[in-house]
């Protein structure tokens, strides 16, 4: 009996943990044509981040075909929906950022997401932060979207073929549960 390797899979974990250097690895890993989906709005006056985009650009290298999307994730996923890519959203904590931002139907969104996700036959590798284990924001604002990135991480979670969490550079598989290696 052969098993079915991962069509999607989530990784989570805190800010710095080392789940973007993680996920670009575990796509290198592959044959398969790579592409890279930034969903971080690029302000020209924050040179703090676009030192952390170049950063990202430069680790990840000239296989890569990088994409800036902060709202169309599922156009992506359907335009690019072939077996031989790897996808690499980075991050999803971001996204949900700017559907808050511009006052998106979260419900919608998700559904919308979860349905391109489970229809695709690209290999698809998610990276969302794990807010909810720190402080208890101070601010009622804070507070709601921790709620909401929990619930798009369950959401998530619950539609991928696998769900890894990266600490301190490590993963530990979380679904499914005794697994061969982790691999694409």
Same mark, same amino acid.
């Given at each position: 009996?052969?098993?079915?390797?991962p069509?999607?899979?989530l990784i989570?974990?805190g800010?710095?943990?080392?789940?973007?250097?993680?996920?670009?690895? *575990?796509? #290198?890993?592959?044959?398969?044509?790579?592409?890279?989906?930034?969903?971080s709005?690029?302000?020209?006056?924050?040179? #703090?981040?676009?030192?952390?985009?170049?950063?990202?650009?430069?680790?990840?290298?000239?296989r890569?075909? @990088?994409? #800036? #999307?902060q709202?169309a *994730?599922?156009?992506?996923?359907?335009?690019?929906? @072939?077996?031989?890519n790897a996808?690499?959203?980075?991050?999803?904590?971001l996204? *949900?950022?700017?559907?808050?931002?511009r006052?998106?139907?979260l419900?919608?969104?998700f559904?919308?997401?979860v349905?391109?996700?489970?229809?695709t036959?690209?290999?698809?590798?998610?990276?969302?932060?794990?807010v909810?284990q720190?402080?208890?924001?101070?601010?009622?604002?804070?507070?709601h979207?921790?709620d909401?990135?929990?619930?798009?991480?369950?959401? *998530? @979670?619950?539609?991928?073929?696998?769900?890894?969490?990266?600490?301190a550079?490590?993963?530990?598989?979380?679904?499914?549960?005794?697994?061969?290696?982790i691999?694409?």
């Amino acid at each position: 009996m052969s098993i079915q390797p991962p069509n999607t899979t989530l990784i989570i974990g805190g800010a710095r943990s080392g789940k973007s250097s993680f996920a670009e690895g *575990l796509c #290198e890993q592959s044959v398969s044509n790579l592409i890279y989906i930034a969903t971080s709005p690029r302000f020209d006056d924050d040179a #703090e981040m676009i030192d952390r985009i170049e950063q990202h650009r430069a680790r990840r290298g000239p296989r890569w075909h @990088a994409i #800036e #999307e902060q709202i169309a *994730l599922t156009d992506i996923i359907q335009r690019h929906d @072939a077996p031989d890519n790897a996808i690499l959203i980075d991050c999803m904590t971001l996204w *949900l950022n700017n559907l808050l931002y511009r006052k998106l139907p979260l419900d919608q969104q998700f559904a919308a997401l979860v349905a391109a996700l489970k229809g695709t036959t690209a290999k698809i590798v998610l990276i969302s932060n794990e807010v909810g284990q720190g402080v208890v924001p101070s601010t009622s604002e804070g507070r709601h979207f921790r709620d909401h990135q929990g619930r798009l991480n369950q959401t *998530l @979670a619950s539609c991928c073929d696998r769900v890894i969490e990266v600490k301190a550079g490590l993963p530990l598989q979380l679904k499914p549960i005794n697994q061969p290696p982790i691999k694409l």
